[in-house]
RNA sequence: CGGGGAGUGGCGCAGCCUGGUAGCGCAUCUGGUUUGGGACCAGAGGGUCGCAAGUUCGAAUCUUGUCUCCCCGACCA
């Protein structure tokens, strides 16, 4: 892509009314524009972003056996007063009336719609075990949003649930998304930590949520200090229930829990490798038995013809809050510094001078054998300045700097940079090989 | 939802106390000089001061109402 062809609206200045670093960093890159309260447009940079976490989330929960729908935001209430949800929600539901007074709303979360959708097309315990999910526009309406993109109301999620005909089935679903989400946060270059959690309005006895540490997170974390370091969940085998049980269980020896789960006993059994930390929720799995296909009456015919009532769990990841999790803990001083995985495009090619004819030559000719070569590059052509430039590129935070000056060509060198790295001038020649 | 703060060109702000018809930096446009870390000179465009009512000869400025946004706390992917 060509800068000069793009919409990238960067801000030299901090806006004032943005707190935390990632809503200043996602403001200044061009990334995201405020409409209202907790409400974002995303710009081209940040849509790319988004779409770049939406595909990971995807790839693994795929990986995990769960199949991808796509629900209406737009819900009517009729569905959610039969679990009893409608009254329950309270004001963070936002109730809409449509012309012909019909009460309807927009989904908060899915659980109804996805256990309405299961009974429809699942009428056997062969059709068990399921798991459903979308990525998908959702909406509570905070009373107080604040920090960007990571306490909106309207936000991006991936929200999947499960369908098992018993208790073994339903935790073994819990535990496959469970690795599925290790996997999922370590591909994005963060380490999350799961840690025993409320459930709150979704109901259930058993959840954890998924943190990433951060300084300006909204939750207050105590956990063991083995989690600090990686979990390599690469050998496991998630079809293998009981070996995954035992993974599972493994880790969750380490204590973590949030704030409203503390473990006196356990963290003085810690003792000094206990760490307290703020942390931000990416993503959080439930499990919650028969609370919704008991209340909307969902069977399935059993092999001995006797129903079953299928037990359930539900499984979000905050897709657009990512985005900002990452940027809390992937930035400097001078802006972003996008993890490999997620980044908008991998390489930001300089051209220092536009109008020296061998310079831009150069410039161009890489930028066709790049895109030629599969990698996404956004190349600078714009009239401007080196300093202006180097400013932008540091501040969208691609991994990748590939700088083109007037002497370096002369003299068949350019100077490859690496985000928040080192930087070494190679041959013009190997530019595209390194980076492809 | 309680407590606090703020709405003035695209962005960041000053002016308000002590009413007299709007200013600065950045950005934008034109011309020129520049060109490896957000250049310089000259010129230009752009704001009914959130909205509404009131006080006044006159309101960005004073009064009242209203909307919106932000921060702290209580609540949440």
Redesign the pocket.
């Known amino acids: 892509m060509r800068l000069s062809r793009y919409f990238l609206?960067?801000?030299?200045?901090?806006?004032?009314?943005?707190?935390?670093i990632s809503?200043q960093l996602m403001l200044?890159a061009g990334m995201i524009r405020?409409t209202?309260?907790?409400?974002y447009a995303w710009l081209p940079l940040g849509r790319r972003v988004l779409a770049k976490i939406e595909q990971i989330v995807r790839e693994e929960q795929v990986r995990a056996g769960a199949i991808e729908v796509l629900m209406p935001t737009i819900q009517s209430a009729d569905l959610w007063r039969q679990s009893g949800r409608y009254d329950a929600y309270g004001?963070?539901m936002l109730r809409i009336t449509d012309r012909h007074d019909r009460e309807m709303l927009f989904s908060p979360?899915a659980e109804e719609l996805f256990t309405q959708i299961f009974q429809n097309g699942a009428k056997s315990y062969r059709d068990l075990p399921k798991n459903i999910y979308q990525i998908q526009w959702?909406f509570?309406d905070?009373?107080?949003?604040?920090?960007g993109?990571?306490?909106?109301?309207e936000?991006l999620?991936k929200d999947a649930y499960s369908f098992d005909a018993d208790f073994a089935g339903a935790k073994h679903s819990y535990n496959r998304m469970f690795i599925a989400y290790m996997r999922t946060f370590a591909r994005m270059g963060l380490d999350a930590i799961p840690m025993q959690?409320?459930?709150?309005?979704?109901g259930g006895d058993l959840s954890h949520?998924f943190i990433v540490l951060a300084p300006t997170g909204?939750?207050d974390v105590f956990y063991h200090e083995n989690w600090l370091k990686p979990r390599d969940t690469s050998a496991i085998d998630a079809d293998d229930a009981d070996a995954l049980e035992g993974f599972i269980t493994g880790l969750n020896a380490d204590y973590a829990a949030t704030d409203?789960k503390r473990d006196l006993a356990a963290e003085s059994a810690a003792g000094d490798q206990l760490r307290q930390s703020k942390g931000i929720?990416?993503?959080?799995v439930f499990y919650f038995g028969d609370k919704y296909t008991k209340a909307m009456g969902v069977t399935v015919q059993g092999p001995d013809g006797v129903p079953i009532t299928p037990l359930m769990g539900s499984y979000?990841?905050?897709v657009?809050?990512l985005v900002g999790a990452i940027i809390e803990a992937c930035h400097d001083k001078?802006?972003i510094i996008w993890p490999d995985a997620v980044a908008p495009f991998k390489v930001a090619l300089i051209n220092?001078?536009?109008?020296?004819a061998a310079c831009a030559a150069a410039a161009e000719k890489l930028y066709a054998e790049l895109t030629a070569a599969g990698v996404e590059v956004l190349y600078d052509d714009r009239?401007?300045?080196?300093?202006?430039?180097?400013?932008?590129?540091?501040?969208i935070g691609l991994p990748w700097?590939l700088?083109?000056?007037?002497?370096?060509?002369a003299a068949g060198?350019?100077?490859l940079?690496r985000r928040g790295g080192e930087?070494v001038e190679i041959a013009l020649a190997d530019a595209v090989g390194r980076l492809s």
């Open positions: 609206p960067v801000l030299k200045e901090t806006p004032g009314d943005a707190q935390v809503h200044r405020q209202a309260a907790g409400i004001p963070e979360t959702k509570r905070e009373v107080r949003p604040r920090f993109v990571l306490r909106g109301r936000f999620m959690a409320d459930t709150g309005p979704i949520e909204e939750s409203e929720e990416v993503g959080q979000g990841i905050g657009s809050r001078d802006g220092l001078r536009v109008d020296d009239d401007e300045r080196g300093g202006a430039k180097f400013a932008t590129a540091d501040l700097q700088v083109v000056g007037p002497k370096g060509v060198i350019v100077e940079k930087r």
